[in-house]
């Protein structure tokens, strides 16, 4: 009975000591928690308090000048250097040059030093992204080739030919692109009007709308579209003139293009003849001013609708050209203008008319 009790007074006791052992525990869980808590609490209120994030600048306003604080900054690509515009103050210097690592004192010996290589191109062919073998039978070091080996290179150079030129497509923009580089030359239009030019045709050509139809004829119809669409003076009887197609064919091609490519061309302004009109007739620029004021009247009242541009445009000149005292007959106007001296002449009646214009001629 004794040792029954004693047993159940340290059982009693360990059990007391592991509940006050497991409280105590417990309690230092609570108050790590308890600090964990208000660590984060004082780190979200530290950062709550923190100054918040300034956006980013813009360059100009990052680059301030340390000594008078001016945005007015130079940058010296020769020299490497940051130079404050307003005090002079070099704000830094061996900056990164990211040009290339050679110099060239003339063209030739840019292209010959240039790795990057030509632009790509669409007046020719293949766009100018193509490997030519040379006629030249040397190799890297100059010596000459054995009569063996150039027997191999002129069959590699002449299957190299034939291959380029291998699909029906390419053999197509081969005969076209020749043609239109050939009207331009004629017209005296500019690099960049051909590129747009050759662009148009291989928009055309990708659509399948050649089939049927002469080159001639549809590269002739694209060089027009070009040149109404960029405002060049360009007449339909010049372009049929220089290409050797009939001024109908020209005409269908342009319409047919027009509606199947959705070509946003707009309509031809009669003052864009005017400047060439003169030129022609040795005109001087008052002149030019006068009928230019003249065409603008004529077009606010709506008196240029359904009438030939070229006409209304010589008829101004016609008028104008005696208003200045430079005066012209009606078949110098015509044989310049490329209309016919009825035509000047009814243009002309109108416009006194409608303008209230106190010319006679």
Not at 59 to 82: A, F, H, L, Q, W
Not at 223 to 240: K, N, S, W
Not at 267 to 273: C, N, V
Request: with cysteine; proline share 4%.
């Amino acid at each position: 009975m004794i040792v029954s009790q004693t047993f159940i007074k340290l059982s009693f006791m360990r059990g007391g000591f592991m509940a006050s052992s497991r409280s105590g525990s417990a309690k230092r869980r609570s108050k790590t928690k308890s600090t964990k808590k208000s660590t984060k609490s004082k780190s979200s209120s530290a950062k709550s308090r923190s100054v918040p994030k300034t956006p980013k600048k813009h360059v100009s306003e990052e680059m301030r000048c340390p000594v008078c604080g001016s945005t007015n900054i130079k940058i010296d690509y020769e020299r490497g250097e940051v130079v404050c515009g307003d005090c002079g103050y070099v704000v830094s210097d061996h900056i990164i040059d990211f040009g290339p690592e050679w110099r060239a004192f003339d063209s030739e010996q840019r292209e010959r030093r240039a790795r990057g290589g030509a632009p790509i191109r669409y007046m020719r062919p293949n766009k100018g992204l193509v490997t030519e073998i040379d006629q030249y039978n040397r190799d890297i070091r100059g010596a000459k080739i054995s009569p063996k080996k150039q027997a191999q290179l002129h069959r590699i150079r002449k299957w190299h030919k034939r291959t380029s030129v291998a699909s029906p497509m390419e053999r197509n923009l081969t005969i076209a692109l020749g043609e239109l580089d050939r009207i331009a030359s004629y017209l005296g239009l500019s690099e960049s009007t051909r590129e747009t030019a050759a662009l148009l045709y291989r928009k055309a050509v990708k659509a399948e709308l050649i089939r049927g139809r002469l080159i001639e004829s549809v590269v002739a119809a694209v060089v027009y579209a070009v040149c109404r669409m960029q405002g060049i003076p360009r007449t339909l009887d010049e372009i049929a003139q220089v290409s050797g197609i009939e001024k109908k064919e020209i005409g269908r091609a342009y319409r047919f293009l027009r509606r199947e490519l959705n070509l946003n061309v707009p309509l031809t302004d009669p003052a864009s003849y005017v400047p060439k009109f003169c030129s022609a007739l040795g005109l001087s620029g008052k002149v030019q001013e006068k009928a230019i004021a003249l065409l603008k009247k004529a077009m606010r009242k709506g008196l240029i609708s359904g009438r030939g541009p070229t006409g209304v445009a010589a008829a101004a000149v016609y008028i104008a050209s005696a208003m200045m005292g430079e005066r012209r007959t009606q078949k110098e106007v015509a044989d310049v203008a490329g209309v016919t001296e009825v035509t000047i002449r009814n243009r002309y009646r109108e416009l006194k008319k409608e303008l209230k214009l106190k010319v006679e001629l």
